[in-house]
C-alpha cells in the first residue's frame, strides 16, 4: 500500500512537472535570460546592433542617471509618479462610486458595458479620438467652455496643462477595469449581511462604510496595486498623444524615455538602466503598498 | 424587507457619467463621416455637414486592411488559446498534484507579475531577432534576416504565458472539491484524463473570463507589435496600422479617414466584449479576486 | 457531455496548432528565386511623396526584370528607430534615404556600406561642396546627396499688403513690428491671424529654423570640430529670446499649427526650408501666388544667414545585394531619363518643387529655365550659397532633442532662455565628450 502511495505521488509529481514545462520554458526564455541581458547592458554602452561592439562602463549609466540636474529624476520620473497617482485616483474613486450605484441599478449589464467601453478600445484610438477633443482651435472642449464664456485651454500645447490632459485620459480609461472587478467584489458579498444590517436601522452610508467597504478590501487592494503598476509604467498614451513627451519633458514618463533612447539615440545601456531605475521604483511601491494593506488587516496572496 | 426607493441619485450620476464614456465614441463615429473641410472647420459641430461614406472605402483601401485584420486575430485567437491552455495546465499543477517546489514554483509566478513590461522589452526585442535557427539564423542566432520577426508567431510567444492567467485559474481550481479527483485516480483515471475530461469543465466560468481579458489585451497590445512592425512589416496590426496611416498622411486632412478606420477596428472587439460580457463578470465574482 | 467537452477541448487544441502553423507560414519563401534580386529601399516618402517616387522606381523595375525594387516607405519619425530596429534585427533594407545628421550615429555602428571607388569619384567631382560634405561622414562620403535643403522666409503678399507692406522685413525688428501689426485676435482674445508663427512636431523642424535665425547674428551650434557646444554665447541667448517674444507677447500661439494655418492664410509669416513650397503648392492651389519667399530678417539686415541639411541615398553595410543596390542607385542619381534630367531629379522637381544639385542636372534646360523663371526657387539655391551645413556629430539625433525641448520649454513659458540655455549647453556638450 505504502508503495502504491508513493508510486502514485511519483506519478503526480511527474504530471505535475510536465504540466508546467511549458511555463518553465517561457519563464526561462522570456523572463530570466532577458532579465539577466538587461541587467548586463545597463552595466554597458551599446549601440544595438553588433554584440561585440559592447563596451563596459560600469555605473557611468546610473551615474548620469542620478547626476545633478539630470532630467531623468526631474522631471521624467516625477511626472511617471505624478502620471500614476493621478490616474488611479481619478480612476479608482470615480469606479468605486459607480459601481457601488450601478448595482442598485436596472440593466446592469448594460451600464457597466458603457464604462467598460475604452477598456476594450486600443489605445492608439483613445489617444487619437481625445486629441480631437482636446483640440485648442475647434475641438467640444474649448467650444464648451467658449459657449460658457470661459477662458480656453490649450491642453496637450502647455506643458502646465499638458500632463494633467494626459492624466485625465489616463483615468478615464482605467475606469472600466476597476469597475468591474469591484463589482465582481461586491457581489461575492452576501445579501443577508445587509439585511441584517438593514434591519437594525443602519442607513446607507453606515452600511455601506461599516460592511460593503470593509469585505471590499481585497478587490480594493487588487485594484490600487494593479492600475499603479500599470500606471507607472504606463507610456502608450504619452506615446500616441505627444509622440515625444512634449512640450519641453511636460509629458515625457519614463517607460517612454527608455523607449527612445534605446529605439532612438541607440543608447541600449542607458535604457536599461532606466528600466531597472524604474523596476527598483515599482518594486518598492508594490512592497509598501502591500504593507499598508497588510496592517489594515487584509491578507495578501 | 421594505421597498427600496427608486434610485434617482444613482441614475443621474450613472447616466450623466455613462455619457462622457460614451460621448468621445460618438464623436469618432460621427467624425468618421466627416469630409477635410467640415473636419477643420473653425468652430466645433457634432454632426458633419453631411454624410460621407467614402471615408471607410478609402480607410479599407489605404489601410490594407484584410492584412492588419489578419494579423491581429491570428495574434488575438492564438495569444488567447495558449495562455488558456498553459493556465489551466499550471493552474492545476500548482493546486491539485503534489511535488517539490509547488509552492516555490507559485510564489515565483506571483513575483513576475511585479516585473514591469518594458524591462524585458529591449532583451526581448534582441532574443526574438536572435533567435536559433529560425529565419535565417544559424545556431547561435546571428546571420540570418528578422529571425523569428519574419513569423507571426513573433506577435504571439511572448505573451504565451500569462502570470495573470496562471494565478486566476489557479484560485478558481482551489475551490475545487479534491473528492472528485480521488475518486477518479482510484477509477485509475490518467492524471491527464483528470485534467481535460474533469478539471477543464468545470473550469469553464475562470476560462472564458481569461479569455475574454487575453482576448482584448492582444487585440489592442501596441508596443510590442510597433516594434515587430518596424522590423517586418507585414507584421502591422490593426493598432500598429491605424498608426501608421495617421503619420503617413497629412493628418490635418485625413482625420476623418484615421477615424474611420479606428471604427472599423473598435467594433469586432466591442461586439466580443458584448456578447460574452455576462461570463466575465460571472468568472471573475466566481474567482473570487478575494480569498 | 464528457464526450462533448472532450471534443471542444481536441478542437481548441487542434485550432492551437493550425494557428501555430498559420503564424509560421506567413513570409516564408520569398527573396531570391530564379536569380531576381529583390532590393528594399527604406526611406521617408510616404504617402503623397511615395506616389511621386513611384514612376522611376516602375520604370526601373521594368527595365531591369533581374533587380526589383521594393519601396518602403515610413513615417519621418519613424524612420531612424526603423533603421535602427532592422539593423539589430538583421533585416536590413538594401537601400536607405539618410538624413546627414544621422550620419555620425550610422557611421559609428557602421550601418552603411562604402561606395565603389567610381561612385566616390562621381559625387566628388558632380556636386557642390556643401553637398558633397552633407553626405560624407568624417570626411568619408558615404552616398549620393539628394535634398540639399536652406532655409528662408515665407511670407503671404496678401497679408502683408492688408497691413500696408510692399515688402518683406529685413531686420529682427521689423520682422517683430510687422508680425505684431498683422496678428488678429477675436473677442475673446483667441488669435485668428498670426503675424509670425514656426512650425511645431518634431525636433528638426523646431531646431532648424532656429539655427537659421541664429545663423543669420553669427551664430552657431557647435563649433567647427564639432567638439564644443555654442549654445552659451549671447548671440545664442539673444536669439532664443527674440524667437520667445513672439510667444511670450501674444503674437503667435503655440497650439495653432503653421502646417494649417499658413495655407488657410491664417499666419502671415514663417521660416521653412525649400521642399515646403511644393507642399503650398499642392494645398493652396491658385492661392500659392500670395506666396512670396525672401532670405532670413537678420538683426542688421545686412548678413545673410541660413542652415542647410542634408539626405542621402546609401546602401547597408549588411545588405546582401550590395553591387545590384549601387547600380540602382548610380542609375537613379546620374543617368539622365526625361528632359535631360536624372530620376532624382525629376522626382525632387515633382514632389517637392526643389532643385537638384548634381552638375548634370543644373545644366540642362528646363531646369534652368525653372530657375530663371521661379522667384521662390531662386531665393533657395541663393541661400544655398550662404547657408552652414547642419553639423552632425555622433549623438545628433539626441543632440537634436536636447535642443529641441529646451527651446520649446522657452516658447511655452516653462522656462526662460537665461535658465534654458546653460542647460541645453552641459548635456549637449557632456554628449559630445562621450564620444
Not at chain 1, 478590501?217 to 498623444?241: A, C, R, W
Request: a positive charge; aromatic letters at 12%.
Amino acid at each position: 500500500m505504502a508503495n502504491k502511495r508513493s508510486k502514485l505521488n511519483r506519478g503526480q509529481a511527474l504530471t505535475g512537472y510536465l504540466f508546467l514545462m511549458p511555463v518553465f520554458g517561457f519563464y526561462a526564455l522570456f523572463f530570466l535570460i532577458p532579465l539577466l541581458f538587461s541587467l548586463y547592458l545597463s552595466f554597458t554602452e551599446w549601440g544595438g546592433f553588433d554584440l561585440s561592439l559592447i563596451k563596459w562602463v560600469g555605473l557611468d549609466n546610473y551615474r548620469e542617471l542620478f547626476r545633478e540636474g539630470s532630467p531623468f529624476l526631474n522631471p521624467i520620473i516625477k511626472n511617471t509618479f505624478v502620471f500614476a497617482f493621478g490616474t488611479v485616483l481619478l480612476s479608482f474613486f470615480i469606479a468605486l462610486a459607480v459601481s457601488y450605484m450601478i448595482t442598485r441599478l436596472k440593466y446592469e449589464g448594460f451600464w457597466r458595458t458603457l464604462y467598460f467601453l475604452p477598456t476594450v478600445t486600443t489605445i492608439v484610438a483613445i489617444g487619437n479620438v481625445w486629441l480631437y477633443l482636446y483640440n485648442p482651435t475647434n475641438g467640444v472642449i474649448n467650444e464648451v467652455l467658449r459657449k460658457l464664456g470661459l477662458q480656453t485651454v490649450r491642453f496637450l500645447d502647455d506643458p502646465s496643462t499638458a500632463l494633467a490632459s494626459i492624466i485625465v485620459v489616463g483615468g478615464w480609461l482605467g475606469i472600466g477595469s476597476s469597475v468591474l472587478i469591484l463589482s465582481a467584489g461586491l457581489k461575492a458579498i452576501p445579501e443577508d449581511y445587509n439585511e441584517a444590517a438593514m434591519l437594525e436601522g443602519a442607513g446607507l452610508w453606515a452600511l455601506y462604510s461599516k460592511i460593503t467597504l470593509p469585505l471590499l478590501k481585497p478587490s480594493i487592494l487588487f485594484v490600487l496595486i494593479t492600475s499603479f503598476i500599470g500606471g507607472l509604467q504606463s507610456f502608450t498614451l504619452s506615446l500616441v498623444m505627444t509622440k515625444n513627451g512634449g512640450p519641453g519633458n511636460s509629458t515625457n514618463v519614463g517607460g517612454l524615455e527608455m523607449y527612445n533612447q534605446a529605439f532612438n539615440y541607440g543608447n541600449w545601456g542607458t535604457a536599461s538602466a532606466m528600466a531597472f531605475v524604474l523596476f527598483v521604483i515599482i518594486f518598492a511601491v508594490t512592497l509598501l503598498q502591500l504593507a499598508v494593506f497588510r496592517r489594515g488587516g487584509v491578507e495578501s496572496y | 424587507m421594505k421597498p427600496r426607493r427608486f434610485p434617482w441619485f444613482s441614475y443621474t450620476v450613472i447616466v450623466l457619467g455613462g455619457f462622457l464614456m460614451v460621448f468621445p465614441f460618438l464623436d469618432m463615429l460621427a467624425s468618421s463621416f466627416k469630409g477635410p473641410a467640415d473636419y477643420n472647420r473653425m468652430h466645433y459641430a457634432f454632426l458633419p455637414e453631411q454624410f460621407l461614406l467614402d471615408n471607410y472605402g478609402t480607410a479599407f483601401e489605404k489601410l490594407k486592411l484584410g492584412l492588419l485584420f489578419r494579423n491581429s486575430i491570428i495574434k488575438s485567437v492564438a495569444t488567447t488559446v495558449l495562455v488558456l491552455l498553459t493556465s489551466s495546465l499550471a493552474g492545476y499543477a500548482l493546486t491539485k498534484l503534489r511535488f517539490r517546489g509547488r509552492q516555490l514554483t507559485f510564489r515565483f509566478i506571483l513575483a513576475t507579475m511585479m516585473f514591469p513590461g518594458f524591462l524585458f522589452l529591449i532583451p526581448n526585442f534582441y532574443i526574438m531577432v536572435h533567435f536559433p535557427l529560425v529565419g535565417g539564423n544559424d545556431l547561435f542566432g546571428e546571420g540570418g534576416d528578422g529571425g523569428m520577426a519574419q513569423y507571426r508567431l513573433a506577435l504571439i510567444l511572448p505573451f504565451a504565458v500569462s502570470a495573470f492567467g496562471i494565478f486566476l485559474m489557479r484560485q478558481f481550481i482551489l475551490t475545487i472539491n479534491d473528492a472528485y479527483i480521488e475518486a477518479a485516480r482510484i477509477d485509475g483515471a490518467s492524471e491527464l484524463r483528470i485534467f481535460f475530461q474533469l478539471i477543464l469543465p468545470m473550469t469553464v466560468p475562470a476560462l472564458a473570463t481569461l479569455a475574454i481579458f487575453e482576448f482584448i489585451g492582444s487585440w489592442n497590445e501596441f508596443i510590442w507589435s510597433l516594434l515587430m512592425y518596424t522590423v517586418n512589416t507585414e507584421l502591422a496590426t490593426l493598432p500598429v496600422g491605424i498608426q501608421q496611416l495617421k503619420s503617413h498622411l497629412d493628418a490635418s486632412m485625413t482625420q476623418p479617414l484615421v477615424n474611420a478606420a479606428m471604427v472599423i477596428s473598435t467594433v469586432p472587439i466591442l461586439l466580443v466584449f458584448i456578447f460574452l460580457q455576462k461570463y466575465y463578470i460571472r468568472g471573475l465574482t466566481n474567482t473570487g479576486l478575494k480569498e | 457531455m464528457n464526450r462533448l467537452v472532450a471534443r471542444s477541448v481536441s478542437l481548441m487544441t487542434v485550432s492551437a496548432l493550425a494557428v501555430g502553423m498559420a503564424a509560421c507560414s506567413s513570409d516564408a519563401g520569398k527573396g531570391k528565386s530564379s536569380g531576381v534580386v529583390t532590393l528594399t529601399l527604406l526611406s521617408h516618402y510616404a504617402g503623397p511623396q511615395e506616389e511621386q517616387l513611384k514612376p522611376y522606381i516602375d520604370q526601373w523595375n521594368k527595365e531591369n526584370p533581374n533587380i526589383q525594387v521594393k519601396l518602403e516607405p515610413v513615417d519621418f519619425g519613424e524612420l531612424l528607430k526603423t533603421i535602427s530596429a532592422k539593423q539589430t534585427a538583421g533585416k536590413v533594407a538594401d537601400i536607405m534615404h539618410v538624413y546627414s545628421m544621422w550620419g555620425g550615429q550610422l557611421g559609428k555602428s557602421k550601418v552603411l556600406a562604402d561606395p565603389p571607388a567610381d561612385v566616390v569619384e562621381d559625387i566628388k567631382s558632380n556636386y557642390p561642396e556643401a553637398a558633397v560634405k552633407g553626405s560624407s561622414i568624417g570626411g568619408k562620403v558615404y552616398g549620393y546627396p539628394t535634398e540639399v535643403q536652406a532655409y528662408a522666409l515665407f511670407y503671404n503678399k496678401k497679408l502683408l499688403k492688408d497691413a500696408g507692406y510692399d515688402n518683406p522685413p529685413r531686420t529682427w525688428d521689423e520682422m517683430y513690428s510687422m508680425a505684431k501689426k498683422m496678428t488678429k485676435k477675436d473677442a475673446s482674445g483667441k488669435i485668428e491671424v498670426q503675424g509670425f508663427g514656426f512650425n511645431r512636431g518634431y525636433a528638426s523642424i523646431v531646431d532648424q529654423p532656429f539655427l537659421s535665425l541664429l545663423a543669420t547674428a553669427g551664430g552657431t551650434l557647435l563649433s567647427d570640430d564639432m567638439k564644443k557646444a555654442q549654445l552659451d554665447s549671447d548671440t545664442a541667448k539673444k536669439t532664443l529670446e527674440y524667437t520667445a517674444k513672439f510667444y511670450t507677447d501674444g503674437i503667435s500661439d503655440l497650439s495653432i499649427s503653421v502646417g494649417k494655418s499658413f495655407p488657410a492664410e491664417q499666419t502671415a509669416m514663417t521660416i521653412q526650408a525649400g521642399w515646403w513650397a511644393g507642399t503650398l503648392a499642392g494645398t493652396m492651389k491658385d492661392l500659392y501666388a500670395n506666396v512670396g519667399t525672401a532670405p532670413i530678417p537678420s538683426p542688421d539686415g545686412q548678413t545673410k544667414g541660413s542652415l542647410a541639411y542634408t539626405w542621402m541615398w546609401g546602401v547597408n553595410s549588411k545588405s546582401k545585394n550590395q553591387k545590384e543596390a549601387w547600380a540602382f542607385l548610380n542609375w537613379f542619381n546620374t543617368k539622365p531619363i526625361k528632359d535631360g534630367l536624372t530620376p532624382e531629379a525629376n522626382f525632387l522637381l515633382d514632389a517637392f518643387n526643389s532643385v537638384s544639385s548634381r552638375k548634370t542636372d543644373l545644366n540642362a534646360q528646363k531646369l534652368k529655365d525653372k530657375l530663371a523663371s521661379d522667384t521662390v526657387l531662386k531665393t533657395f539655391t541663393d541661400a544655398l550659397q550662404y547657408a552652414k551645413p547642419e553639423p552632425n556629430p555622433a549623438a545628433g539625433a539626441e543632440i537634436q532633442d536636447i535642443l529641441y525641448k529646451q527651446i520649446e520649454s522657452v516658447w511655452s513659458g516653462q522656462t526662460t532662455a537665461q535658465q534654458a540655455l546653460p542647460l541645453a549647453q552641459k548635456d549637449i556638450q557632456a554628449k559630445l565628450a562621450a564620444d
